[in-house]
């Protein structure tokens, strides 16, 4: 769904493992799947579609 909502709004996306660094799996390890917007906080766990159009919409 992310992939689809960024194609929709042109806007680049990168996928990142918690267990690829250990910094990340300490800040969000019970939040997965965590969405971040301009490297802040933005979702967890049930993405919502209409909340993300619209912030990456700004």
Not at 21 to 30: G, H, K, R, S, V
Not at 37 to 48: L, T
């Amino acid at each position: 769904m992310v992939s689809q909502v960024c194609q929709e709004t042109e806007q680049v996306f990168q996928v990142l493992s918690i267990t690829d660094d250990p910094e990340l799996a300490d800040m969000y390890w019970e939040k997965i799947p965590v969405i971040l917007v301009d490297g802040q906080p933005f979702d967890f766990w049930r993405v919502n579609r209409e909340r993300l159009i619209t912030k990456l919409n700004q």
